[in-house]
């Protein structure tokens, strides 16, 4: 039977981000996509320009629904908005028998928030120790462990730091470090570098939402994390090669190479 993988996230009306790129991705990798929508934004190539979130109720009967029925190999999250929308989805992944890779978003590229500030604690303390594979950017990472990441060094802290939070896995995602884009992904036990030669392309709007997606669909293809991670890294390289200008800002990476 295909593969059948559950994004948790937001709505990007401009198609680059949220939902719209984790369909985008799945379609690409050959899984069966689903989807449980948690806030929906107005938004394009310039920003987020409005953010509502919907209901805890809606949020806990999409999941039911689709899992109850069609089931899941695994399952992915994004935007959440709300400290009640992440305490619902990590109970909700707690008694789902399917890995889970967090993606903790917390700002836009441009700066818009994603997820309230009240929210961050119940990220820490109920959504990461549910986490198969936690993938924040450095950003993220600073805002959850007050780690500040400027060498390679200091991604090892920042792992170490994530990782007290109770992930099995976390991925650091280090693209915005000068040179190479180098991520970090480890357990506390082994340690994975994995470099990337940066592309000079601005269009690169969905870059986490496809990485962390990309993921699901490997582990539920029933991949080890190390090899789900390394498949998505090319992916999302090769997505981030290709992305393309639309609207007068940051176009979206491209699923179609
Ligand atoms: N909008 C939604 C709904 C998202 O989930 C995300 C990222 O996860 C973004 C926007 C931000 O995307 P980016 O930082 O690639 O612009």
Excluded at 109 to 137: E, F, Q, Y
């Amino acid at each position: 039977m295909i593969p059948r993988v559950l994004t948790v996230a937001g709505s990007d009306s401009g198609g680059g981000a949220g939902v719209q790129a984790d369909l985008k991705t799945m379609l690409a990798l050959g899984v069966h996509g689903m989807s449980v929508l948690t806030a929906v934004t107005a938004q394009n190539s310039t920003g987020v320009q409005g953010a509502w979130e919907l209901p805890v109720e809606a949020v806990r009967a999409q999941y039911r629904s689709v899992v109850d029925d069609i089931g899941v190999q695994a399952v992915k999250t994004g935007m959440l908005a709300s400290a009640e929308l992440v305490e619902a989805v990590a109970e909700l992944i707690s008694g789902t028998d399917a890995p889970a890779v967090v993606d903790p978003v917390g700002v836009s590229k441009h700066g818009d928030p994603l997820l309230a500030a009240s929210a961050l604690d119940s990220v820490r303390t109920k959504l990461l120790p549910v986490a198969t594979v936690a993938t924040p950017n450095l950003d993220e990472v600073a805002q959850l462990t007050g780690v500040r990441v400027r060498s390679e060094d200091d991604l090892r802290r920042a792992a170490a730091a994530v990782l007290e939070f109770g992930p099995r896995w976390v991925l650091i995602k280090g693209g915005h470090l000068t040179g190479d884009a180098v991520d970090l992904l480890t357990d506390g036990s082994e340690e994975h570098l994995l470099r990337a030669p940066r592309h000079d392309n601005r269009h690169t709007h969905g870059t986490g939402c496809t990485l962390a997606s990309a993921v699901a669909c490997g582990l539920a293809r029933g991949r080890t994390v190390p090899e789900a991670v390394a498949a998505a890294k090319e992916y999302v390289t090769g997505a981030i090669a290709a992305g393309f200008a639309l609207g007068a800002g940051i176009g979206p990476v491209d699923h179609g190479w």
